[in-house]
Antibody, heavy 126, light 109 residues
Framework: QVQLQESGPGLVKPSGTLSLTCAVSGGSISSSNWWSWVRQPPGKGLEWIGEIYHSGSTNYNPSLKSRVTISVDKSKNQFSLKLSSVTAADTAVYYC???????????????????WGQGTLVTVSS | SSELTQDPAVSVALGQTVRITCQGDSLRSYYASWYQQKPGQAPVLVIYGKNNRPSGIPDRFSGSSSGNTASLTITGAQAEDEADYYCNSRDSSGNHPWVFGGGTKLTVL
């Protein structure tokens, strides 16, 4: 059973860079189709941040694209998130998740997030 | 990008059946997946694809879709099903990023 664990500073100063790492255990980081970061501001819904395929290619949420970098370190079986120029609006619980694709017999597609980390609260404050 | 729309709150009597819906243009191209989130916990996948349950998810959870609407049905709701439920799918525009619904708070009475 794949397990994910986020780690990183819980407090980041405004205008600084948020940096988080997601350690993958119970399986290889090359075993999943892609790896994503999702965040949830206090009391609000889920927001997808971005994803990285084991090939290294990335996709980002257009609203965050200019500030986000996701990378993978296969040697450490982990992937990372960097979010620059943070403000209080970036305060949230940050989750890492593994993604899998799905196709039925008709070829219809339905990708999904199979495994999630427990989440880590990052507060942006001076 | 497209959006997924969910009712903010739904209630169901203990043991009864409840349907939670999710609407959006992307659902014409992609199946939705559904996640259950209890307070202070990470989301848990409950339905994916046409109507598939991960191991450990009770069979009272089922999924369906028609046109631009996906539905999560709980048949015989239990007290432990009280939670927030989120739908999610690939976005059918651009580089296929993801979109989440705003979530539905399910109360079991």
């Amino acid at each position: 059973q794949v397990q994910l664990q986020e780690s990183g500073p819980g407090l980041v100063k405004p205008s600084g860079t948020l940096s988080l790492t997601c350690a993958v255990s119970g399986g290889s980081i090359s075993s999943s189709n892609w790896w994503s970061w999702v965040r949830q501001p206090p009391g609000k819904g889920l927001e997808w941040i971005g994803e990285i395929y084991h090939s290294g290619s990335t996709n980002y949420n257009p609203s965050l694209k200019s500030r986000v970098t996701i990378s993978v370190d296969k040697s450490k079986n982990q992937f990372s998130l960097k979010l620059s120029s943070v403000t209080a609006a970036d305060t949230a619980v940050y989750y890492c998740a593994s993604g899998s694709d799905y196709y039925d017999s008709s070829g219809s597609r339905g990708d999904y997030f199979q495994h999630w980390g427990q989440g880590t609260l990052v507060t942006v404050s001076s | 990008s497209s959006e997924l729309t969910q009712d903010p709150a739904v209630s169901v009597a203990l043991g009864q059946t409840v349907r939670i819906t999710c609407q959006g243009d992307s659902l014409r191209s992609y199946y939705a997946s559904w996640y259950q989130q209890k307070p202070g916990q990470a989301p848990v996948l409950v339905i994916y694809g046409k109507n598939n349950r991960p191991s450990g998810i009770p069979d009272r959870f089922s999924g369906s879709s028609s046109g631009n609407t996906a539905s999560l049905t709980i048949t015989g709701a239990q007290a432990e099903d009280e939670a927030d439920y989120y739908c999610n799918s690939r976005d059918s525009s651009g580089n296929h990023p993801w979109v989440f619904g705003g979530g539905t708070k399910l109360t079991v009475l």
